[in-house]
């Protein structure tokens, strides 16, 4: 239980922080596996994205005076067990694997309305901000990857000798 | 590799098939874990919903000539590896319940899109129709989680005596 709205606005930030973690490994497995120059392109785009993502929160974590060790120690336990989305269990198919960063980002709009809203009760002007921000990012990124969606079927029909 | 487009999309069938019984896993745990009786009943709906969406995509399997044995065997394979949510890490918070939910819908969302193009490729036009009915149906229930948003971050300042 957290003793202040603060306190409770630093757990949340560390979950999002964790996120942006697990979004990295996830976006670096996808550029190995998309098989398609222009879906790779598009999940490397949103991997410096991320990084920057992932600072920026980091950053508000530091104004609340969440030091490095606690959120990496935090960041690893919500990684593991809170979230629920394990990036190694993560599929080795363009299409299943557009379909897990469709749902992954969709994880992180929901985390970061769920973030907004608390900043918001607590007067944290800036984290309301900075989740504004990313929010508009995610969904950009979510939609890209559903414009996928068409390639990723052809191609895998492509590579089983059934198109056409 | 599949030998014929219909083998391909008995493989994709499978895959839903195993998703809508994880989402009948973590609908069950939702309930139990909401906290809120217009959430629970939000889960609860959609539960039915699902029921009726497996066994829409059963018949659509035994339609290709996939049978019992080989839907169960198959579903549990990707269950457990091929799409990499796991409802066993599903969060025990409304908070995060609520998130993580919101993307197992998108996981669902983004698989039907998938099926519904593969399916359009290999003239099912059956399988097309229940995919389109199922996506309407998917939609709104993610609509319906987003909906909750709000309640869920003051629930959960209410229960640590930080609302007001």
New interface residues.
């Given amino acids: 239980?957290?003793d202040?709205?603060d306190e409770?606005l630093v757990t949340y930030l560390t979950?999002v922080h964790a996120l942006e973690q697990q979004s990295i490994e996830l976006l670096e497995k996808a550029i190995d596996i998309a098989g398609d120059p222009s879906a790779q392109q598009l999940y490397h785009g949103h991997l410096l994205e991320t990084h920057e993502q992932k600072r920026y929160i980091r950053e508000r974590l530091e104004a609340h005076g969440a030091g490095p060790s606690t959120t990496k120690d935090v960041a690893s336990r919500a990684g593991a067990?809170?979230?629920?989305?394990?990036?190694q269990?993560?599929?080795d198919t363009p299409?299943?694997l557009?379909?897990?960063a469709?749902?992954?980002?969709?994880?992180e709009?929901?985390?970061y309305?769920?973030l907004r809203?608390?900043a918001a009760?607590a007067g944290d002007g800036d984290t309301v901000e900075i989740a504004d921000r990313i929010l508009g990012e995610e969904r950009s990124a979510?939609d890209k990857?559903?414009a996928t969606?068409?390639l990723?079927?052809e191609r895998?029909?492509q590579q089983?000798g059934?198109a056409g």
């Fill in positions: 239980m957290s202040t709205i409770f979950d067990k809170g979230i629920g989305l394990t990036v269990a993560a599929p299409g299943k557009a379909a897990f469709f749902a992954f980002e969709h994880l709009i929901a985390s309305e769920l809203r608390l009760r979510a990857i559903a969606f068409d990723v079927v895998a029909l089983r059934l």
